[in-house]
């Protein structure tokens, strides 16, 4: 049976891929320049996270598969998800330099005018991004329930922060405690081995305790015949603490000295021992300890977190 050609007409036509979104071409080719730069400035922080520790696999790992999702989303042929990801890396950039800066002013108490344009120069490319990739959002945001999706991107994007969040969580509490931690550690041991040297100068050489930090030091080489062999160690220089304590500097701690009276006799050679002595080891700014220390002839010592010199009203160190 012959068909009506009007009513073959007039059927529907079929339905037709709606074409993707949109998005305002200048302001995506921003995005992707800003977005290269961007990575490559926070690549190295991400790295530093991983060479700081094991556990800077977490953020590295996440940061990384945030960018290379983003990148290759840039250039398809529907670049939201890119332009959602982008706002991702943008904040993770920002998330990973705020505590690297804080970190190295200590806390911005020690901020000059050198660190405030190095962190004003990586900041402004994350910002400029984030800026870039609003706008870009927005254009795809004027077609029809285009703000629902905008906020739904937004919202899937930021999602993707988690990983690099919870790895700065967990890293860079470390990366401020481990530092200080060793060198506290480091100026208590320097402390209990100066302690030891001085009571087994005392019952070797009969001076009472040594009156500086160089009586218990390595002696100088010989310079006789042009010879470089270590002197014998006398009362002068008894080798019972290496050169960078001797020194007073070791581990960024500043160790002080402080002889007491003369010793009753004092052996031919020999310099004037002492009956008693203190001493103290304070950090060479706050960077490198929290603590200072004190010690004298009671081997007892004592600390404070007060930025001062520690003195024997102090109370003990426990362990």
């Not at 077609?143 to 860079?172: N, Q, S, T």
């Not at 218990?216 to 080489?221: A, C, E, K, N, R």
């Not at 062999?229 to 020194?247: E, G, K, N, Y």
């Not at 300890?289 to 109370?315: H, W």
Request: net charge positive.
């Amino acid at each position: 049976m012959n068909q009506n050609p009007a009513s073959i007409s007039a059927e529907p036509p079929p339905p037709s891929a709606s074409p993707p979104p949109s998005v305002n071409r200048r302001w995506l080719w921003a995005v992707r320049v800003l977005a290269l730069v961007n990575i490559l400035i926070a690549l190295p922080y991400a790295l530093g996270w991983l060479m700081a520790s094991f556990i800077g696999l977490i953020p590295i790992a996440g940061f990384l598969w945030v960018a290379a999702s983003s990148q290759r989303a840039l250039y398809a042929q529907n670049p939201r998800k890119g332009l959602v990801l982008m706002l991702a890396v943008g904040v993770a950039t920002l998330v990973m330099l705020l505590p690297i800066a804080l970190i190295a002013s200590n806390g911005f108490a020690s901020w000059d005018w050198t660190g405030a344009v190095w962190v004003a120069g990586c900041t402004v490319v994350p910002i400029a991004l984030l800026a870039s990739a609003i706008v870009a959002l927005r254009t795809v945001g004027a077609e029809p329930k285009g703000e629902r999706f905008l906020g739904a991107a937004l919202l899937h994007g930021f999602a993707y922060l988690g990983i690099p969040l919870l790895g700065a969580a967990i890293v860079i509490p470390s990366l401020v405690r481990s530092p200080i931690a060793a060198n506290q550690a480091s100026a208590v041991g320097s402390l209990r081995t100066i302690n030891t040297a001085m009571i087994t100068y005392q019952s070797t050489y009969e001076n009472g305790f040594a009156p500086s930090l160089e009586a218990l030091g390595p002696p100088s080489p010989s310079a006789s015949s042009g010879s470089t062999t270590p002197a014998t160690p006398s009362c002068r220089a008894a080798d019972f603490i290496d050169a960078p304590l001797t020194s007073g500097r070791k581990s960024g701690y500043v160790f002080q000295l402080t002889p007491g009276p003369p010793a009753e006799k004092t052996p031919p050679g020999c310099p004037v021992g002492v009956q008693s002595y203190t001493l103290t080891a304070r950090p060479a700014s706050s960077k490198v300890g929290r603590q200072s220390y004190f010690t004298d002839q009671t081997g007892v010592i004592r600390f404070t977190e007060e930025d001062r010199l520690a003195t024997v009203k102090d109370p003990p160190l426990s362990g």
